[in-house]
């Protein structure tokens, strides 16, 4: 049985969420202030964590930050704020996922078993020997999740890494916004395709020499994104 940690200090929506959550079979602890919920997403094993971005003592911002130096565990932020930049530093500090109040708890439970999905999918693959894709200078080794450059690693969240993978192994294949988020996340964007671009802008910062001319993922403007070989 999944755990998940909320960490929420309107108690209403908490004691919400986690009802619809449990009523799904998921064993859920709640948190209501910024410290107490950093400590137990780093001290605790959880399989998930829902987070909420204004918070007493400690933010939002700063326990996705500090999670996500050492877990890899899907991370969901949800918040009041609908402004994109909001949304782009939570998405670039390593969120999986960014939801705007109000939503709906049948669509936050969807998200959830979405996620776990797909990293229980991940954690329990294991193959015998390494699946390797090379393309100029890229490696990106499947098994292990590690990606490097010229011989360098570089750092990548769960989805950022998933995106990478599903572009190289489909080259030259041009996909929309709404299919990369459907593919990477399991769901219908439902309009919200900037964290799509939001995780492209980050892929590229790791892996192109110059990000304003990629040699790796191209945009195809008006349309969406290719990978090159």
């Known amino acids: 049985m999944s755990k998940i940690l909320i960490v ?13 959550l449990e009523m799904s079979d998921y064993t859920v602890t709640i948190k209501t202030d910024g410290k107490s919920g950093l400590d137990a997403a780093l001290t605790e094993d959880f ?13 939002g911002y700063e326990i996705c930050k500090q999670v996500r ?53 991940l954690v329990s693959s294991n193959q015998k020997s390494n699946d390797i894709i090379e393309i100029r200078g890229l490696k990106i080794d499947k098994t292990a999740r590690r990606v490097y450059i010229d011989g360098e690693e570089k750092n990548f969240t769960t989805k950022e890494f998933d995106l990478l993978t ?14 990369l988020f459907r593919e990477i996340w399991d769901m219908d964007s439902i309009g919200d395709i900037a964290t799509v671009t ?23 403007w008006g349309v969406g994104y290719r990978f090159k070989v």
């Open 8 to 20: 929420e200090d309107e108690e209403t929506i908490a004691d919400l969420e986690k009802d619809y």
């Open 47 to 59: 399989d998930l964590l829902i987070l909420d971005l204004m918070l007493p003592e400690v933010d």
């Open 69 to 121: 130096e050492k877990k890899d565990i899907p991370i969901i932020m949800v918040s009041a704020k609908k402004d994109d930049i909001d949304k782009i530093r939570g998405l670039g500090l390593g969120a999986d996922d960014y939801m705007t109040k109000p939503f709906s708890p049948s669509e936050l439970v969807a998200r959830v078993k979405a996620h776990l999905t797909r990293y229980e999918r």
């Open 166 to 179: 599903f572009l190289a192994e489909n080259p030259n294949h041009v996909y929309t916004k709404d299919e």
């Open 198 to 220: 939001v995780h492209i802008k980050k892929i590229r910062e790791k892996i192109e020499y110059d990000s304003s001319k990629p040699q790796y993922i191209e945009t195809i």
